[in-house]
T-cell receptor, first 110, second 112 residues
Framework: RKEVEQDPGPFNVPEGATVAFNCTYS??????FFWYRQDCRKEPKLLMS???SGNEDGRFTAQLNRASQYISLLIRDSKLSDSATYLC???????????FGTGTLLAVQP | EPEVTQTPSHQVTQMGQEVILRCVPI?????FYWYRQILGQKVEFLVS????????KSEIFDDQFSVERPDGSNFTLKIRSTKLEDSAMYFC??????????FGSGTRLTVV
């Protein structure tokens, strides 16, 4: 079983739509949680950290449910520039290594 | 904004050859990492490095791989005898106390 699981998509949505991504993690020792964004053949870039209390950054809202080991990302008012792969990421261990999901591909259509 | 710099951006090598991938982490960061991403697959942890030694390595990081911080600025990943399945994007990253991860732009390694 993969340690971090995501629906690979693709999610094809029109501009202005609201889209939600879900992620589950299997290791209860996971410590921190993030959403990263990755453009084609580029490095992952941090989108936002995820907390149990939920957090919002502009059009992006992230939520963590530790009891069900579930992480979500909501993007409101999608823009063409939001088209990318969204990576669900946890950390584990003393070295704080990152454990990546396979990513969910989002394509925002004009 | 400080950057993690990786060179070369693309390396083509013949199977069995040695390659060295180079990284210059952010100067006040203390923890250094290598990750790899095979085309179409997820990003995978290879190794972490702290205080001039390996602090953790994955199953992928076998005897063919080694890391070194030869001076105060460079951090290198060496693959001793490349295989076709080593073809991937290799990302270097660094973090510091209270700082999040910063990734380099990656080296695309193609083994032919």
């Amino acid at each position: 079983r993969k340690e971090v699981e995501q629906d690979p998509g693709p999610f094809n949505v029109p501009e202005g739509a609201t889209v939600a991504f879900n992620c589950t993690y299997s290791n209860s020792a996971s410590q921190s949680f993030f959403w990263y964004r990755q453009d084609c053949r580029k490095e992952p870039k941090l989108l936002m950290s995820v907390y149990s209390s939920g957090n919002e950054d502009g059009r992006f809202t992230a939520q963590l449910n530790r009891a069900s080991q579930y992480i979500s990302l909501l993007i409101r008012d999608s823009k063409l520039s939001d088209s990318a792969t969204y990576l669900c990421v946890t950390t584990r261990g003393a070295t704080n290594k990152l454990i990546f999901g396979t990513g969910t591909l989002l394509a925002v259509q004009p | 904004e400080p950057e993690v710099t990786q060179t070369p951006s693309h390396q083509v090598t013949q199977m069995g050859q040695e390659v060295i991938l180079r990284c210059v982490p952010i100067s006040n960061h203390l923890y250094f990492y290598w990750y790899r991403q095979i085309l179409g697959q997820k990003v995978e942890f290879l190794v972490s490095f702290y205080n001039n030694e390996i602090s953790e390595k994955s199953e992928i990081f076998d005897d063919q791989f080694s890391v070194e911080r030869p001076d105060g600025s460079n951090f290198t990943l060496k693959i001793r005898s490349t295989k076709l399945e080593d073809s991937a994007m290799y990302f270097c990253a660094s973090t510091g106390q209270g700082y999040g991860y910063t990734f380099g732009s990656g080296t695309r390694l193609t083994v032919v």
